[in-house]
């Protein structure tokens, strides 16, 4: 048989189970061995005929209309169009209008309880809502169309769909919210999901019978979240789900503090991370993810830029088993499918993937880490720039992160202000290895009060293995410095964030400078950026810092003559001590009648 007479059976077979299909059901149809069926498919997936299913069963679908090949045909490959304006209109996060509200009315349900242990409450039932509106949606598609087909697993993983038990659908939660063992029918769901789907096994909170858990508090929460995602199409109410899980996981951060710090980077701050480096296309790494938010914006960014999700693949590391769960279901909410490991010893000693090249990296370790066990690691491999000191793991996770770079891979991390000048224990050295192999792109200085774990400022490294491979303009020799410290906006008494345009105007900046469009040419601003070559960083001592750099910003004349300005100065110097006097001799003349009176 003909390599293009097989391809046209497989396609032949997809078609008659629907378009889509598990590959195992696929591979029964056609009666082939796995490498027969193995090696047809992956040359349909190479010259675009068929796409890849979300299904973590493994599934493969016909390619969305324009974006297929023909059998035979040379691959096209896609190119996303890429959106110069990346404003609040085509963001995808405008406001869902009742987030905040069903928020404060979940967190009034909370009473004494810690804000710690109450957000596994309420995420769990999120995602178990979430899930089963995905599968009940599913099935009265599948009886109305074929009722054989709606206890087909195999048709719910093609879709990236869990299977949900009777038991362990919302439906059932929700008759039952009012009754005293809501706990255990809430708990036994769980259990139920996990035996059905091997991905979610640990994944799951199992603790809703405790004692200690107000059994009227949880009815009444089931009966909020019951309310999510109404009269939404399903595809709508995903996004839904998905959008009130991820600000859940803000607010709960920000009730936590220094401790949700740990598990939730910002938005906005991955937003810039995600936007610089833009993740059309390739593998997408995380070595210490927490709760998943890198991997939640870097799939929204291919979606909103005319990609397809399925560009990218999704592969992270977490040692804290807790912020793992959340991950697990803050992407599967999301319908992401993703390879994230856990292991208690973290990604420095026990590197689950340690044979990946992946061509963005996007990280937010936790900063200066004192205990990382380095004198663990003296001869590890990674140390290409030189052994990081035992006691700060910052340059640890830079080398890391460049170790596990694709040869044209690009990286972006959020570290602490002092690594861009320290030079104690050998990290000045490091550093200055790291601009001599030319792996440093672009360094940013970023506004105070910006992260639920410190209030000290951070900054941001963005790493390149190659700046002359041809994507862009050849930048060898070059780093970007932005000083991105005047930038944000308080959003509380606390905590500070970016806007749309602060967003732009730095992404703007690294694009313009990296030599991403030929409309747009990249110019110096004092005050906020500069291209320094490498000679100028080694008359700064190696030192990174962007203020050294880009100098102070240029005050606007406003051509009034010194005298007159003066003149004007002194005038009001002169009221503010005349209203000063006054206010004097009004306390004095207080302060004797407190006198008089006693």
């Not at 009815?219 to 995602?229: A, C, T, V």
């Not at 909103?304 to 992407?331: F, K, P």
């Not at 040869?407 to 290895?433: C, F, H, W, Y």
């Not at 880009?550 to 003149?567: H, I, K």
Request: aromatic residues 8%; contains cysteine.
């Amino acid at each position: 048989m003909t390599k293009d007479a097989r391809q046209n059976l497989f396609i032949k077979a997809l078609s008659e189970l629907g378009g889509k299909a598990g590959n195992i059901k696929l591979r029964e149809a056609l009666g082939w061995s796995e490498e027969a069926y193995d090696a047809v498919r992956d040359e349909l997936l190479a010259n675009g005929t068929i796409q890849k299913g979300r299904g973590r069963g493994g599934s493969v679908a016909m390619a969305e209309p324009g974006l297929a090949t023909s059998v035979g045909a040379a691959p096209v490959p896609s190119t996303p169009k890429k959106s110069k304006a990346r404003s609040a209109k085509n963001n995808g996060e405008a406001a869902l209008g009742y987030e905040a509200e069903l928020f404060a009315a979940a967190d009034k349900l909370r009473q004494n309880m810690e804000p710690s242990d109450y957000k596994h409450v309420v995420l769990g039932l999120i995602f178990l809502k979430h899930i089963s509106d995905s599968f009940e949606a599913k099935y009265a598609e599948l009886m109305a169309e074929d009722p054989a087909c709606a206890e087909d697993m195999d048709e719910y993983l093609a879709e990236n769909i869990f299977w949900v038990p009777k038991e362990a659908r919302w439906s059932h939660l929700k008759a039952n919210a009012k009754q005293p063992t809501i706990g255990k029918l809430v708990d036994e769901a769980m259990l139920a999901i996990e035996a059905k789907n091997t991905t979610l096994k640990g994944v799951l909170p199992k603790d809703y019978a405790r004692p200690a858990l107000n059994k009227v508090m949880l009815g009444e929460l089931i009966d909020l979240i019951s309310g999510i995602g109404l009269g939404t199409e399903e595809g709508q109410a995903r996004d839904v789900l998905g959008r009130v899980y991820e600000y859940f996981l803000s607010q709960f951060a920000g009730s936590e503090g220094k401790r949700g710090g740990e598990f939730y980077t910002p938005r906005s701050v991955v937003r810039v991370l995600v936007e610089m480096l833009e993740p059309y296309q390739g593998r997408v790494y995380d070595p210490c993810c927490g709760s998943g938010g890198m991997f939640v914006q870097s799939e929204k960014f291919v979606a909103e830029h005319g990609g397809r999700i399925g560009d990218i693949a999704v592969y992270g590391q977490e040692s804290n088993y807790t912020t793992w769960r959340l991950c697990m279901m803050n992407l599967a909410v999301r319908g992401i499918d993703a390879e994230i490991h856990w292991n208690s010893e973290g990604s420095f000693h026990k590197d689950e993937l340690k044979d990946l090249k992946a061509d963005f990296i996007l990280a937010n370790p936790p900063f200066n880490v004192s205990d990382w066990g380095g004198e663990r690691l003296r001869d590890d491999v990674r140390w290409r720039y030189g052994i990081p000191p035992t006691g700060n793991a910052n340059f640890a996770w830079l080398q890391h992160i460049v170790h596990h770079l694709s040869p044209k891979g690009t990286a972006g991390v959020v570290l602490a202000n002092g690594s861009m000048s320290s030079t104690q224990s050998g990290e000045g050295d490091i550093r200055k290895a790291m601009l001599e192999a030319d792996v440093v792109d672009c360094m940013i200085a970023l506004p105070g009060q910006l992260f639920y774990s410190t209030q000290i400022p951070a900054c941001l490294w963005f790493l390149a293995r190659n700046k002359g491979n041809g994507k862009f303009r050849d930048r060898r020799g070059e780093v970007l410095f932005i000083d991105a410290r005047n930038l944000g906006h308080l959003v509380d008494r606390t905590r500070r964030e970016f806007s749309d345009d602060d967003v732009e105007k730095i992404t703007g900046t690294y694009h313009a400078w990296r030599g991403a469009s030929e409309d747009i040419e990249y110019e110096d601003v004092p005050g906020f950026c500069k291209s320094a070559t490498l000679e100028k960083i080694k008359e700064h001592g190696y030192v990174l810092t962007p203020g050294r750099y880009v100098g102070a910003a240029v005050e606007e004349d406003d051509d009034t003559p010194f005298s007159e300005r003066f003149a004007m100065l002194r005038e009001k110097l002169d009221d503010q001590f005349e209203e000063a006097e006054k206010l004097t001799a009004l306390i004095r003349e207080k302060l004797a009648g407190v006198l008089a009176d006693a």
